[in-house]
């Protein structure tokens, strides 16, 4: 089994065929050629339908870990 990940989902080759890639997000499952696969999601990710991918969620917690806390700024007169 290959799998490849594209864009933050994982595209997933069982059978070694070029025009047998499965593509899941949530609950659906989408079966094709990686090119139309990868088409697809450039798509919904156009429209903002896809949920937030495990990737997308650990790049803003790494981004909230460095933002420092409690900080105050004073104002310049």
Known sequence: M??????????T???????SWKLTIK?????GSLFELRRLV???LE???LP??????QDVKQVQNMM???TVIAKKR
Do not use: M
């Open 68 to 70: 420092p806390k409690n």
């Open 13 to 19: 080759n069982s059978e070694g065929h070029t025009d």
């Open 27 to 31: 609950d659906q499952h989408r079966i």
């Open 42 to 44: 450039a798509y919904y």
């Open 47 to 49: 429209l903002g339908v």
């Open 52 to 57: 937030e991918t495990r990737v997308s969620l």
């Open 2 to 11: 290959r799998k490849l990940i594209y864009q933050g989902f994982i595209l």
